[in-house]
């Protein structure tokens, strides 16, 4: 195979925050795959890199099933795999773009884990959800002998107990599905003054709450929403 395929991180949201490497890479590309959690539903991804993407690319959104089926998911995979490697035997200069950082928690990695290896592949990194959350609430990440976990709050009730206990710093992302459990640990264990929660960060419908308190009972968050915690601050 002689294309190039390059896996590209778009940022958390704003069109300004991809790097000025994925841009540029973006104007060059033949076919770009935009990964869609919804089927025939738009790509957030697609939407923040729209402005970069060269005139003469193709471009290709593919529907990832964003469910537990096993078997439905690996089709999906399964599929764009094949038609990557199709692409990359006919030449061609690929790009898979994907949310924040491709290497966390991202569509890329279920797709890189598929390929064969001797591929000629780059990846670009984005900056994180998380990144951009910290920078907007003021809040570190992590400092001196601090530990900081990141973590999806799907791990189950046990386990998010036990990481608040055991870390200084947490990023606690895919909180919205979870968010009354995580309320209720954080109050629990006296951090409510410790944590923030952003959601849709850098997008029109962005909210921020610097105080889990004030978020109302019937708030629908969307699947776009982290909650930062640090100790020490
Ligand atoms: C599948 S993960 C994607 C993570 C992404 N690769 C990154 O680097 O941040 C989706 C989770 O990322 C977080 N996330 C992504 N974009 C966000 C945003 N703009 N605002 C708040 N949280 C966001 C949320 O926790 C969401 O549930």
Redesign the pocket.
Known sequence: MTGKLYAI?TG??AADLITVRAANLLATMDIVYAPAARKGGDSLALSIVRPYIGQQTLIKERHFPMTHNAAEKEQAWQAVVEEIKTDLADNKKIAFI?????M???TWVSVLERLPDGLDIEVVP?I???A??AAKTQRPLAMETQSLVVMSCTVGKEALAQALKQHSSLVL????SCLADVKELIEQQGLLDCAVL??????ETEKQYRNLRDIPVDEKLP????VLVNKEW
């Open positions: 991180g958390p949201g994907s949310l924040g950082d491709v966390l928690y991202s984005g994180t959800s998380f951009l959350i992302m895919k909180a919205a952003v959601s849709d960060a850098s997008l699947y776009f929403t982290t």
